[in-house]
């Protein structure tokens, strides 16, 4: 038989129980609410072991779709999903590579080409000496032919001159009334006829005309090779250049493509500009030059009195006086061409360009070297240099000035011809090319 105290604990330790299972129950329904919440499926309370595996693997939930309408547990920030919006954009630091990569290409493919040019004209250079070689064995088989014959024809005459000396013996003796000439019979006089040369002398004569003409067209082709070599070579330092037309003169039209100048005898309507010359007829190119190589050419046929040269920047453009004309300052270097006369000119100093052709100039060459301070005019038919400024050029210059200090320009000047000549009409930037 129970007792009352045994009954009481076997009741309270009943209602325990009761009270941790529910305890448990609602723990467990709190956390099914919370994978539910999650998108997990929780196993039930005697599921086995394999169950839960499976929910490990992912058989027991799905997983999150961004593209879906499901809230996300953790929304994304504006800035994060302005950098996912922007993913996949070329940025401006991408478009500018992409140019940077495009300008190398065709750098590279320019250079290409450069040395693709230079190797051709190396090649025509050796064609160039092998042609001169083969030349100059031919004509020096012909000398040794020659020189051959005409010891033969030498040999000849001194036979000849021996029996005239013999026979002019022969007839002094006979008019003295010599005994010996008396006694012997050979003493009398010998009839000789005049030499006259034969064939073989004027072969000789003629190789030596052929000579001479083989020589002559040698050097004249040698001569024409070299200066296209060279101005070839000149060609690869060219840049394009147009007149800047806010330094024109009123007086001077520049035509729509900006590389021809003509002289017009009425000023141009149109305000004055700051940086335009208006009392002397000159202009300046629109590109500077800072550093390296320029070359370019003027096509100076239908001008008759003309300057042309470089000028820095704070050249002076108002009034008449040194400041603004070419080469009559330390801010500018020019050739001048003025009463048929050739003149290089700077700071007011000038020398005679010497050695000129009789023929009148078509194109003049202007080549600037700005880092070595050198400044060369050169005849661009021919590529005779006519003038070249440089730091170790003749005293004449300030040798101190040939330092450029600025930037270059480009300079053109219109001169007035004498009375009974045209005034000068026009002059032309030429386009150049290095093919």
């Known amino acids: ?18 009270t941790a299972e529910m305890a448990g129950k609602e723990a467990l329904s709190v956390g099914d609410g919370q994978l539910a919440q999650s998108g997990l499926v929780a196993p039930p ?67 290409t080409r450069t040395e693709a040019h230079i190797q051709s004209l190396k090649k025509r250079k050796a064609d160039l000496s092998q042609d001169e070689q083969a030349v100059q064995d031919s004509l020096e088989l012909d000398l040794r032919q020659a020189r051959t014959r005409l010891d033969q024809v030498l040999k000849t005459w001194q036979l000849h001159q021996d029996q005239v000396t013999k026979s002019i013996s022969s007839m002094q003796r006979a008019l003295n009334n010599s005994p010996l000439a008396d006694k012997d019979d050979k003493g009398q006089p010998e009839n000789l006829s005049p030499k006259k040369p034969d064939v073989t002398e004027k072969e000789i004569r003629l190789n030596e005309e052929r000579f001479k003409r083989l020589l002559k067209t040698l050097s004249s082709i040698s001569k024409q090779l070299k200066a296209q070599l060279q101005r070839k070579t000149l060609l690869l330092d060219s840049s394009p250049m147009v007149i800047d037309r806010q330094t024109c003169h009123s007086q001077i039209t520049v035509t729509s493509e900006g590389r021809g100048l003509s002289f017009s005898g009425s000023a141009c309507s149109g305000p004055a500009h700051p940086l335009q010359f208006d009392k002397v007829c000159c202009a300046l190119g629109s590109a500077p030059v800072t550093a390296g190589q320029r070359y370019w050419e003027v096509d ?74 050198q400044l060369l005019f050169y005849d661009a038919d021919t590529m005779a240099v006519l003038q070249r400024f440089s730091a170790a050029v003749t005293p004449v210059f300030d040798r101190a000035h040939h330092q450029f200090t600025q930037p270059v320009y480009l300079a053109v000047r219109f001169l007035r011809p004498p009375e009974n000549q045209m005034w000068p009409n026009h002059l032309e930037l030429c386009p150049l090319s290095t093919a």
């Not at 038989?1 to 009761?18: D, K, V, Y």
Request: glycine fraction near 10%.
């Open 300 to 373: 100076v046929r239908c001008c008759s009195a003309w300057a042309l040269g470089t000028a820095y920047a704070s050249m002076e453009r108002k009034g008449r006086d040194k400041g603004s004309k070419l080469g009559r300052n330390r801010n500018s270097w020019c050739l001048e061409l003025r009463n048929g006369n050739l003149s290089a000119w700077h700071n007011d100093r000038h020398v005679a360009c010497k050695g000129v052709g009789q023929m009148p100039l078509g194109k003049v060459g202007i080549w600037l070297n700005y880092d070595k301070g």
């Open 45 to 111: 309370a005697g599921s086995p072991a394999g169950s839960h595996s499976a929910l490990q693997e992912g058989r027991g939930f799905s997983p999150l779709d961004s593209s879906s309408d499901r809230v996300q547990p953790f929304p994304r920030s504006p800035k994060l999903q302005k950098k996912i919006a922007n993913f996949g954009q070329p940025s401006k630091v991408n478009l500018s590579m992409d140019q940077l990569s495009r300008r190398v290409e065709e750098l590279q493919a320019e250079r």
């Open 1 to 18: 038989m129970n007792t009352p105290c045994t009954f009481f604990t076997e009741t309270a330790e009943t209602q325990h129980r009761i």
